[in-house]
């Protein structure tokens, strides 16, 4: 299994600190799918000995960049009537 993922399902681990759990909390998002041995083989093949997140990662940017995405971040609200 790929250590960047939990094997929890991305939870909290019994051993996490609290501060660790907060900051997970406020800043990570968890993503997860289902592939099928059968019908995913190819981008399960294509995994294999890689790092699935930077993997999977890369493939959404290059189609970002593909459909013209462009990223704005959102504005600061303490900046606002500044």
Known sequence: MDSTIRSNGGKPMAGDSEAKKKWDKENVLFVTTKMFKTTDADILQFLEGKTRAEQIKKGLRLLMAQ???????????TDEGE
């Open 67 to 77: 459909e013209g995405f462009v990223y704005t971040p959102p504005s600061d609200s």
